[in-house]
């Protein structure tokens, strides 16, 4: 009796402590932070579903958080709560901010940790993957498959990307006439994958030929990546115990394929038969390994899986959205086709891109693709496939500076470093944030691979630009920066580039459904003097797919240029 008695006094005072603990948690200890108005129960849960609920749910959350950040008066960075079912979250949308984030420190000589968040990725990435490991595991990585992806090296590689471009655009020829609408998605992945399967793995994966005759890792890899779609703009895939074991089924027969490469290509290069040894990136990485041991291939396996994601991911989008973009904006698709003549000739072919690269004085050509390379930043500015996910642990002391001198402690919150938000941050952009600018790059046009020369002719024209000595480097960071910036940047500009060269000037692109032209009663496309662009019916827009991408698999028709018939 006495000891029920106890219990029943004790219990209501348990509850009401745990009921102060949660309102100091939700209303007081963060209450000087931009938010959302909380609730004790759902934290910022419920009002992060009434925001996504008043436009398409299917949009990607950065489009969300947008909303929400112009909603709070743009803040530099935007707390939201959402535990139990997740941690604290600190979307990041001022550059400044996120400089601190990136870059190295005394205490954080690597930046700053990545977030446990990305553990949801595992399957696609393995255990050990170089975009997850922390400290002097990842320096290690780092270094040991650097010379894979070094500018000097990746240009080596242009008879492989100019092969697969080739036969890229074969494909666009075959349905040019047809006349059959197309997925964009499906046909520059197979494109991408392909190439990075050569420069990684020295493997022909077959991945732009018909399902049936592509290589199994391909299949299964898209497989893999389809289970990652989402339905709405926030998904709990954690709590779906089936997704999660198909992932890992198909998973583990990717690291069985991998890993026997692997051990295929270290025989070879063990080898002192062998005439020509493969320089891919893979070759590259084995050179100082005595032994191949479990170790060692697991790890190798996991590097070689997140480059095949990464590698093929961020050049497939780039693609859509510049071939989407510049069919909407012909001033721009004027400019860069006058661009590619004058670098390669009045012939349009790929075939004569090909010979021009490939001849002495190539390289040579890649660095004076200025306004190319201006157009491919600006689309990563507006379009960046995605951000970057760090943690610091509770009592790590890290705090940051907002541009208006408060200091903010981040302990204990995943930090969102939103590349969507700092890329439309207006104080660095100004009212032409959300426009399609190229021009404000002129003069600062480098993209990562250091190729293209700042020069004085290559400043603004009068178009509309934007000075590009106003863009803080750290305001554009579709790569990230710091020392956890993409290793494979390099390798995706240089993709972009020459895949550009031998189709812009060869292909009119018409997108079909969503994003399709409006067109006034004769048909003919309705120009936006003001923006100088076609108007369209409705927005095309990203949704989520690991990373961000057009909503719809960017359905367009293709047609030869009126020069290339």
Known sequence: MFVQTILLILLPLGVSYFISRIRYSRFQKYADWPQLPPSLIWGHMKALHEFIARGEERRHIDIVFQEIQEHLGNPPLILYDLRP???????????????????????????????????????????????????????????????????????????????????FTDILDGYARSGEEFSLDERCVSLTFDIIGAVTMDKDFHAQLDRSKQDELVRLYRELTTTYRRGSSVQWDWLDPRLNWRRRTLSRRIDQLIAEHIKLKFAELKSKSTEKRSRSVLSLSLQDIDQLNTQVIQETCDQLKSFLFAGHDTTSVVL?????????????????????????????????????????????????????????????????????????????????????????????????????????EEKVYGPTKDEFIPERWLGNTDTGLGLIPDSAENQGDGDGSVASA?????????????????????????????????TVRRFDFEKVGVGALARDATGAPILDAAKGQYEVETELFNTMQVTAKPIDGTVVKVHLAERAT
């Open 85 to 167: 079912v997740q941690f604290r979250l600190c979307v990041v949308g001022s550059h400044e901010v996120a400089e601190q984030i990136a870059r190295s420190s005394k205490s954080f000589p690597y930046s700053m940790k990545k977030s446990p968040t990305m553990g949801a990725l595992e399957p696609l990435l393995g255990p050990h993957s170089i975009i997850t490991q922390q400290g002097e595991h990842w320096k290690g990585l780092r270094k040991r498959f650097n010379p894979g992806f070094a500018p000097q090296h990746l240009v080596t590689l242009l008879p492989c990307i100019l092969d697969k471009a080739i036969q």
């Open 320 to 424: 859509q959205w510049t071939f989407y973009i510049l069919s909407r904006t012909p001033r721009v698709l004027d400019k860069i086709r006058r661009e590619l003549d004058d670098l390669f000739g009045p012939d349009p072919s790929p075939a004569a891109v090909q010979e021009k690269l490939l001849a002495p004085g190539g390289e040579e050509l890649l660095k004076r693709m200025s306004y190319t390379s201006a157009v491919i930043k600006e689309v990563l500015r507006l379009y960046p496939p995605s951000g970057s996910a760090r943690y610091m642990p509770p009592g790590s002391g890290f705090n940051v500076q907002l541009p208006d001198g408060k200091t903010l402690c981040l302990d204990g919150v995943v930090i969102y470093l939103n590349a969507t938000l700092v890329h439309r």
């Open 470 to 502: 106003h863009v803080p480097a750290s305001a554009w960071r579709p790569f990230e920066r710091g020392p956890r910036n993409c290793i494979g940047q390099e390798l995706a500009n240089l993709e972009a580039r020459v895949i550009l060269a031998c």
